[in-house]
C-alpha cells in the first residue's frame, strides 16, 4: 500500500539552529500538508502545499517556517531559527482529489534542546 | 470557527465489550475523519464519513450530519484495539480540506 516517508524520525537540536524535515507524499497525490503534536496535546494544522505553493497557514507558521517541493518527490518543512516551544512531533500528509486518500507520515519528532 | 470536541478522553474496556466513542463538530464542518494514534506516534487514517455509516471489520463508524455528530464502534473488543483514536473535522470541497483534531480518546483494553 503506498505510505508518506518521513525522515529523520527523530531529531535533536540546538536552539537557534536550522532543521529541514523532509516528506515523500504518495506519488499521484496532490495536496501536501505539515501538522504538529506538541507533547500531550491535540494535533494542529501548520500548512497545505497545492499546485507549487502555500493554500493555507495557520497562525503557528510564522515566518520562521517555510515549506517547499524542490524536486517533484520530496516536501519538506524548515524552521530557521529553532525554538524550545518547537519540540513536536511533525506529521506530514498527502491526499488525492477529494477528501479521500488523507495519508500521513509515521512523524518526526523534533526535540530542541 | 471551526471546532470538534471529542468523547470521553479516556476509555477503559474489558476485552469482548462494546465501545462507542463520540465526536460533535461546528458548523463549517462537513465531513470527518477518524484516526488511529500508536504509542510509537503514527497515524492511521481509519474512515472518511460525509453521510450514513461506513465498516471495516470490527469498527463502524457513524455520523448524524443535522446532529453535527459522529460516532466510532469497536464490536468484540481486543487488546490490539488499544490506541488514541482521533475524530478530525475537514471542510470538505473547501480550499484546503485540512482537518481540525479532537483531542482524542485514549483506550485501554484489558485481556
Known amino acids: 500500500e503506498p505510505e508518506v516517508t518521513q525522515t529523520p524520525s527523530h531529531q535533536v537540536t540546538q536552539m537557534g539552529q536550522e532543521v529541514i524535515l523532509r516528506c515523500v507524499p504518495i506519488s499521484n497525490h496532490l495536496y501536501f500538508y505539515w501538522y504538529r503534536q506538541i507533547l500531550g496535546q491535540k494535533v494542529e494544522f501548520l500548512v497545505s502545499?497545492?499546485?507549487?505553493?502555500?493554500?493555507?497557514k495557520s497562525e503557528i507558521f510564522d515566518d520562521q517556517f517555510s515549506v517547499e517541493r524542490p524536486d517533484g518527490s520530496n516536501f519538506t518543512l524548515k524552521i530557521r531559527s529553532t525554538k524550545l516551544e518547537d519540540s513536536a512531533m511533525y506529521f506530514c500528509?498527502?491526499?488525492?482529489?477529494?477528501?479521500?486518500?488523507?495519508?500521513f507520515g509515521s512523524g518526526t519528532r523534533l526535540t530542541v534542546v | 470557527k471551526n471546532e470538534v470536541e471529542q468523547s470521553p478522553q479516556n476509555l477503559t474496556a474489558q476485552e469482548g465489550e462494546f465501545i462507542t466513542i463520540n465526536c460533535s463538530y461546528s458548523v463549517g464542518i462537513s465531513a470527518l475523519h477518524w484516526l488511529q494514534q500508536h504509542p510509537g506516534g503514527g497515524i492511521v487514517s481509519l474512515f472518511m464519513l460525509s453521510s450514513g455509516k461506513k465498516k471495516h471489520g470490527r469498527l463502524i463508524a457513524t455520523i448524524n450530519i443535522q446532529e453535527k455528530h459522529s460516532s466510532l464502534h469497536i464490536t468484540a473488543s481486543h487488546p490490539r484495539d488499544s490506541a488514541v483514536y482521533i475524530c478530525?473535522?475537514?471542510?470538505?470541497?473547501?480550499?484546503?480540506?485540512?482537518?481540525?483534531f479532537g483531542t482524542g480518546t485514549l483506550l485501554a483494553v484489558q485481556p
Open positions: 478530525a473535522g475537514m471542510n470538505y470541497g473547501g480550499a484546503t480540506n485540512k482537518l481540525i
Open positions: 502545499f497545492y499546485n507549487n505553493e502555500i493554500s493555507e
Open positions: 500528509a498527502s491526499r488525492g482529489q477529494g477528501g479521500h486518500g488523507y495519508t
